[in-house]
């Protein structure tokens, strides 16, 4: 760890301050676009298409960060805020540098798997990874499941794990 301490020092203030307030903040964004004007056709234009890419359409391999699960009106304010909740937990946990760092490595294997796998993919896969994480460091934080039921997040995370 002593190397990765070194690099900290080097490059820390480098790293993005609220970096899942952004990624959330851009997810309402596009969002609100493609329920308001959904011939702008943003998920089909954001999406990481690995052909696409190699074609010429470079913002892919950004703007799939940007792309929301898609859901209701009400549940993608849920869906935000738990991405937000989670990303920032985890940053206020570790850090700015380290949370950028984890995000970066996983972006990067993202894009990787996609091209291996030459198949279209999406940032879901990222972001359980940050809620593994997250329940990794606070297994016994519980969300009230539909409004009621009191649950640890270390048993959504085995059920997602699974």
Known sequence: ????????????????????????VLNAVVYLLSYFVPQSNLYAKFALIPSKVLQGEVWRLITFLFLPPMTSPIWIFFVLYFYYLVGS????????????????????????????GSTTVSAEHLNLSLFLAFACLFPNYEVLLFFVLPIKVKYIAWFDWA
């Open 1 to 24: 760890m002593k190397w990765f301490n070194k690099l900290e020092r080097k490059y820390g203030r480098y790293a993005i301050r609220d970096l899942m307030t952004y990624i959330v």
């Open 89 to 116: 937990n985890l940053e206020n946990q570790w850090g700015s540098f380290r949370f950028n760092l984890y995000y970066l490595i996983g972006v990067l294997s993202t894009i990787a798997a996609a091209f291996l």
